[in-house]
């Protein structure tokens, strides 16, 4: 595998991104926000997070903003994911493990409908 | 938490909530003298004497969100724990920096973990943080400092998939370079 590091490549990620962005109507970016307080952490809140970056690096997601936050203040819903589409409201989702964290991916952030299973009231 | 690298997420998330625009992260394991050390360091608001004689104390916290704040006195049994110390120095207005040494080869210590998913979290998750991360295993050294990425980047986001799998393969390989210097070498001559 050749190696990436320099930052002439990364150059170069940046020319394709744009132009990927060009042809794209911009309709505002989707926020993702995962709650990364003490409880977060120790409920799994990194490894749902690294799950989301994943899953976007896997499918090849654009347009999407991942966010942690500190202490969300529902310590027993942790670890807690909010997802925000353009022009909606807030939704949030708790206990989410990285499999759930793929499937919010999937169906909400990329689907548009709301994953009431895991919802909780923020 | 079972990882250094959680620990330091935690420490670190601690700097974010203070406000700071600058975070440094320093590890450095030092087979010779059988230590490791882990440094964090912020240009956030810091805190006055009296909250910082308290903050090792599990019952404190400056949050409001919650009464118990655990992040800090667990970073620090989890030095003490293996004949390490902790410290934490701040100034109001200046910053805090906050660092422990473990025992490198005492059975209690937990191992470092996922550093690179600690980073990605930090780096992907708080854009508006300046990161510099130093990793130093007896003389080799891998330092990796975001500001160059980002101002590469301008308006491109860092969640978009190419520049996320490329900092990714920067920070493991720098990792692995300083981890195992030699290896690289081997396999650099071996490719060419």
Redesign the interface.
């Known amino acids: 595998m050749p190696?990436?590091?320099s930052?002439d490549?990364?150059?170069k990620?940046?020319e394709?991104?744009?132009k990927k962005?060009q042809l794209k109507e911009t309709s505002g970016?989707t926020e993702v926000i995962?709650g990364?307080?003490?409880?977060g952490?120790?409920a799994g809140a990194?490894?749902t997070?690294?799950a989301i970056?994943d899953k976007?690096?896997s499918d090849?997601?654009?347009d999407?903003?991942?966010?942690?936050t500190?202490?969300?203040?529902l310590?027993s819903f942790e670890p807690i994911v909010q997802v925000l589409l353009p022009g909606q409201e807030k939704v949030t989702y708790g206990k989410v493990n990285p499999e759930m964290a793929r499937r919010i991916i999937d169906e909400h952030v990329v689907g548009g409908k709301v994953v009431t299973d895991y919802q909780i009231e923020s | 938490m079972r990882e250094l690298a959680l620990h330091i997420l935690d420490i670190a998330e601690n700097s974010i909530s203070a406000g700071a625009g600058k975070i440094r992260i320093y590890i450095a394991e030092n087979l010779q003298d059988d230590l490791l050390k882990i440094v964090i360091e912020d240009d956030g608001k810091g805190m006055d004497a009296d909250t910082l004689a308290n903050i090792t104390d599990p019952f404190i916290t400056s949050r409001t969100t919650r009464k118990v704040g655990l992040g800090i006195p667990f970073f620090k049994a989890a030095a003490e724990a293996c004949d390490g110390t902790f410290n934490i120095q701040s100034t109001p207005g200046k910053g805090t920096t906050v660092s422990a040494t473990f025992v490198h080869s005492h059975i209690d210590r937990m191992p470092l973990g996922d550093i690179t998913s600690t980073l990605m979290t930090l780096i992907i998750g708080s854009p508006e943080v300046h990161w510099i991360f130093e990793y130093q295993n007896g003389d080799h050294i891998f330092i990796f400092d975001d500001e160059p990425i980002k101002n590469i980047l301008g308006e491109i986001p860092l969640s978009e998939p190419s520049v996320m799998k490329f900092i990714r393969a920067m920070i493991n390989e720098g990792l692995q370079e300083a981890r195992d210097p030699e290896r690289v070498e081997h396999q650099i001559l071996t490719q060419s």
């Open positions: 190696t990436v590091k930052l490549d990364l150059k990620i940046r394709e991104a744009l962005q970016k995962v990364m307080g003490t409880v952490i120790a990194r490894e997070l690294k970056l976007i690096e090849n997601l654009s999407i903003i991942v966010r942690q500190g202490n969300i203040g310590d």
